[in-house]
């Protein structure tokens, strides 16, 4: 009689059911955590290449005016046939002298916003993409050029 009573090996039903409950509340928090830091990862990564896309706008524009003899702070900075670089509508076009524009990045909105005073160009340049946003501000000091013509705009045409 007391041998029914005695246990063999393995686990009852209750035992089962419970292990599976907790292995599944496990899981879900597991899986949750896991995206939480996914979607910050990705996050993170758009954040860095809008930063990217904005610096490297910023060097493009800096560079190419750094040693010109003249700039003109314009709104319509591409109806000359000198070199530009606007903004129109948030796509950055730039253009070498004589030559055609073409855009740059197209897969990021840049809003560009130009002031100078003396030689010293004032440039602020937004990005945006994927939802992320960027915004920067710099100087550039143009060793050649007697005065920036323009009091703001949009665009400059330089030679």
């Not at 109806?79 to 730039?94: H, Q, R």
Request: charged share 20%; aromatic share 8%; net charge negative.
């Amino acid at each position: 009689m007391f041998d029914v009573l005695k246990r063999k090996g393995g686990f009852t039903l209750i035992e089962t059911i419970v292990a599976i409950a907790m292995v599944a509340i496990l899981s879900v928090v597991v899986l949750t955590v896991f995206l939480s830091v996914n979607r910050t990862y990705h996050s993170v990564v758009e954040a860095n290449l809008i930063m990217m896309r904005a610096e490297s706008a910023l060097d493009l524009i800096k560079l190419s005016v750094q040693n010109c003899g003249e700039v003109v702070i314009t709104d319509d900075a591409g109806a000359g046939p000198e070199a530009a670089i606007w903004s129109d509508n948030g796509v950055l076009y730039y253009k070498s002298a004589g030559g055609e524009p073409y855009i740059y990045m197209e897969d990021t909105r840049f809003d560009l916003s130009f002031s100078g005073e003396g030689s010293l160009l004032q440039i602020r340049l937004g990005a945006e993409a994927g939802g992320g946003a960027y915004e920067l501000e710099s100087a550039a000091l143009l060793q050649n050029a007697a005065a920036i013509e323009g009091g703001g705009g949009s665009g400059i045409r330089f030679r």
